[in-house]
């Protein structure tokens, strides 16, 4: 498929900061349902100011930490573990924000940072992986100044299950989809630490419709359309599935 095909299947008047980054670009770098437009809908609920000092984590390719870095001006670590800090440096430099963006190689338990020393802590798509654990927001909160803040957006359900997904996914489900949670279950995750106060909780309006246009948007570009995931979100329509973000800032 050609840049302009791709760039009219990701055509979505929801994100206009977006629009002003290439398709192909996106296309290239993201791991999940498009980094840049989630991090443009977690942004939207978060006071990001120029010079501030943000932690990207688990930022994949760096596609968000290059959109924040560029439309909010603010200084990013972008950290991750699948992805070489290399191949961001090189991402960053031909965006031309190598001097606000610093690709880091870190494990989420291994952070190597100075405590307090963020003003904001964001994570787009990967969150779930490690911070399901009850005690995780302990550590994690440690690395934002108190009264900062702490965003996270990834894919989640609607509501809980009890044990069993709901009986019309049940065909696409696999084990490690147990760590998608409601925007409930995350709120009831960190308010119980005493240690945040959670200011959003909420699942991001037809946030299943865009996860689906992308992936029927990669899927085509691939050659392969009607992957297993475009179809597990045409079978839901929403009933379950969407992206669940919240924002909290850490209490003093
Ligand atoms: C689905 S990808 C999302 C990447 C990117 N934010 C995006 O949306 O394209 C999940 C990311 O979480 C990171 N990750 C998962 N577990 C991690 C861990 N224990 N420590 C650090 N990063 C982790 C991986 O390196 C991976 O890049």
């Not at 670009?25 to 498009?34: C, F, H, K, Q, R």
């Not at 290059?66 to 440096?89: H, Q, R, S, Y």
């Not at 190598?98 to 880091?104: G, R």
């Amino acid at each position: 498929m050609d840049d302009a095909e791709l760039e009219v299947l990701l055509r979505n008047e929801r994100y206009p900061w977006s629009a002003g980054y290439s398709a192909r670009w996106i296309v290239d770098g993201g791991m999940g349902p498009n980094p840049v437009w989630q991090a443009e809908a977690l942004a939207e609920r978060m006071r990001l100011e120029p010079g501030m000092r943000v932690l990207d984590m688990g930022c994949g390719a760096a596609l968000s930490s290059i959109f924040l870095a560029k439309e909010f001006g603010v200084e990013v670590w972008a950290t991750d573990l699948w992805v070489k800090p290399e191949e961001n440096l090189r991402r960053t430099t031909e965006a031309h924000v190598e001097d606000q963006v610093h690709p880091i190689y870190a494990e989420a338990h291994a952070l190597p940072f100075a405590e307090d020393f963020f003003d904001a802590l964001i994570s787009i798509g990967a969150y779930h992986y490690f911070g399901t654990d009850d005690l995780y927001l302990g550590y994690y909160s440690r690395f934002v100044r108190p009264g900062g803040q702490i965003g996270i957006i990834q894919p989640g359900l609607a509501a809980e299950y009890e044990t069993l997904p709901p009986p019309h996914l049940e065909p696409y489900w696999k084990w490690d989809f147990c760590a998608w949670h409601s925007a409930g279950w995350w709120r009831r995750h960190w308010e119980k630490t005493g240690l945040v106060t959670v200011e959003v909780a909420d699942r991001l309006p037809n946030g299943w419709r865009d996860w689906l246009q992308w992936n029927e948007a990669c899927d085509h570009d691939r050659g392969t359309p009607g992957q297993e995931e475009a179809q597990m979100l045409h079978a839901d329509s929403g009933q379950s599935l969407g992206l669940a973000r919240v924002v909290a800032h850490r209490n003093n």
